[in-house]
């Protein structure tokens, strides 16, 4: 005769099953009886400063008035801020006159601005002081209408 394939882990297994079955019954039964919040206790309510709080606002505090030409719809415009001088001063820091580019070192603000040959109007070396203007091109800053400064 055959005996029953029932062993220790089988049996172990199954426990935990029925233990698991018997918890979820519980917590079911805890969701039954408890009654659910009402509905104050699911407001929220948020603050002058956009946080949220389980209390209402205190209608007695005094609300800030905003004035409704200051309120700016749309993109600023640039032109507004901080006007930048077309025209700077910089360094040659290194040009490759067979490949037709280089970078020249910004005077003020110490960055590293991209040139190319086009751009160029007096033939540049490395080491040479500049004059030019920036324009925003697909990769960053280039420079333009580079001239030599004459000393």
């Known amino acids: 005769m055959a005996r029953p394939k029932e062993t220790y882990n089988k049996k172990e297994k199954e426990k935990q099953k029925l233990q698991k079955r018997k918890e979820k ?46 309120i700016v719809l749309g993109a600023r415009n640039s032109d507004d801020g901080n006007f930048e001088q077309p025209l700077r001063e910089g360094v040659v820091s290194f040009f490759n006159t067979s490949k037709g580019y280089g970078f020249i070192k910004d005077l003020e603000t110490k960055e590293s601005i991209f040139v190319h040959i086009n751009g160029l109007v007096d033939s540049v070396s490395e080491n040479d002081k500049v004059n030019f203007e920036t324009e925003r091109g697909p990769k960053g800053m280039n420079a333009v209408n580079v001239t030599l400064v004459k000393k």
């Open 25 to 70: 019954e519980a917590r079911k039964e805890e969701r039954k009886s408890s009654p659910g919040r009402t509905f104050e206790e699911m407001l929220a309510y948020t603050d002058e400063f956009g946080n949220l709080s389980d209390t209402p606002p205190d209608p007695t505090k005094k609300k800030k008035e905003i004035n409704e030409e200051d």
